[in-house]
């Protein structure tokens, strides 16, 4: 079986970026605890907390599932498009934070928040469907999801913390 279907091959990526994945879900909690008050006087916003939360446990929940030995990878697509499906029907379900009174919203400002919030998640479904179908690359599309999830997360994290006390 090639690499890019072989849940075995991809061993210690899974593990760095399960604990990379923890960890930042732990100082998640942190940054929201600190700016508890401000975060909750927007619309949205305590839920751009749980989205962010999302991203970091279905980037862990990915990893844990590739970690279990001895699976197919058609076990390993069937459980990864059933945690993408998870986190498309909860990121649907979240409102985009409004921005503070008097400022417009702009037209790009939504479709960017929609492509951070989805992209991971998109692309998750897709590395998914590669994986248990063995075709158009499988784990490196489950890789690429990883990334987009962790990089949406820190980058709301970040306006959970900083952005937020501007």
Avoid at 89 to 95: C, D, E, N, R, Y
Avoid at 107 to 124: D, T
């Amino acid at each position: 079986m090639s690499v890019a279907y072989d849940p075995e091959q991809w061993h210690d990526l899974f593990v760095a970026m399960a604990g990379a994945s923890a960890a930042l879900a732990g100082l998640l909690f942190v940054a929201v605890s600190i700016n508890v008050d401000r975060i909750i006087k927007y619309k949205g916003l305590p839920e751009r907390g749980l989205e962010t939360l999302a991203m970091l446990l279905s980037a862990l929940v990915v990893c844990v599932a590739g970690l279990m030995p001895g699976q197919s990878h058609a076990a390993l697509g069937i459980e990864l498009l059933a945690i993408a499906a998870v986190l498309l029907a909860i990121m649907a379900k979240l409102p985009i934070a409004d921005l503070p009174d008097g400022i417009k919203v702009p037209s790009n400002y939504v479709l960017g928040r929609q492509v951070v919030r989805l992209g991971g998640a998109v692309v998750l479904a897709v590395g998914a469907l590669a994986v248990l179908f063995a075709a158009l690359g499988g784990l490196y599309w489950v890789t690429a999801a990883i990334v987009l999830l962790t990089l949406g997360a820190v980058g709301n994290a970040w306006v959970l913390l900083v952005e937020i006390l501007r």
